[in-house]
């Protein structure tokens, strides 16, 4: 019996969080059951997913949903349509909130169960609320992205709660204070974040947050780990480094 085709539609070419949790996903997909095609422009994710010996196809980017983008919106959605028809598909996976907007439309047109990946807590907007909800089921990553679906009027009965896995295989905890060079510290309280920089990550937030605490609290430290996708034009990492 062959496998059945699963479809994975992500927007961009590059790797952040939602990317890495896809190819996790893959690496430990049985591959017996189920044939992984991941969707997606060329960058670093494509040579990504063909490392993990799943198949890629190329898709252009995809501009989003407003009023002025809708002829846009509409033309992308008939060039993807006939490519998926073709893969024939048992069902279409969505792994970020923006290809949740094409997934359900373009699975309901074909007559295939899809899944909306979601991520991130985005306003939907009008339209964006009544595509996404046709999609057959949305997966939040967190209680918070789960009460941001209830609240953009998503039946709750169609979301399900999955956090994101951590490959402890992979990730191994190390000493900080060993890694950091700080071997014998004095009573340092070391606050972390860790991911992709960007604006809605909240940086910013956290640094100005521990400027204000330092006066009372002058043995806090904030490291950062993470890097700014290159086509990003938000400039975060240097308004970061104003805090150093």
Known sequence: MLPDTILYLNHVGYIGGAEVALLDLLRHLDRERYAPVVLSPAGALSDAVRESDAEWVRIPL?????????????????????????????????????????????????????????????????????????????????????????????????????????????????????????????????????????????HLYLLEAVRSLLPRYPQLRVWIVGQEPRQSIEGCTEQLQRFV
């Open 62 to 202: 995809l501009p989003g949903l407003n009023r002025y983008t809708l002829p846009c919106f509409l033309v992308r959605f008939l060039q993807l349509v006939g490519p998926i028809r073709r893969l024939r598909p048992a069902l279409l996976h969505a792994n970020t909130n923006f290809t949740s907007l094409y997934a359900g439309l373009i699975a309901r047109s074909l007559g295939i169960p899809s899944i909306g990946h979601i991520h991130d807590i985005e306003p939907l907007g009008r339209m964006g609320r009544r595509l996404v909800r046709q999609n057959d089921v949305l997966i939040a990553i967190s209680d918070a992205v789960q009460a941001y679906l209830v609240a953009e009027q998503v039946p709750a009965d169609r979301i399900v709660r999955i956090h994101n896995g951590v490959d402890l295989q992979k990730y191994r905890p190390r000493s900080v204070r060993s890694d950091s060079g700080h071997e014998g510290a004095d009573l340092s309280v070391i606050v972390g974040i860790v991911g992709q920089i960007g604006r809605r990550k909240g």
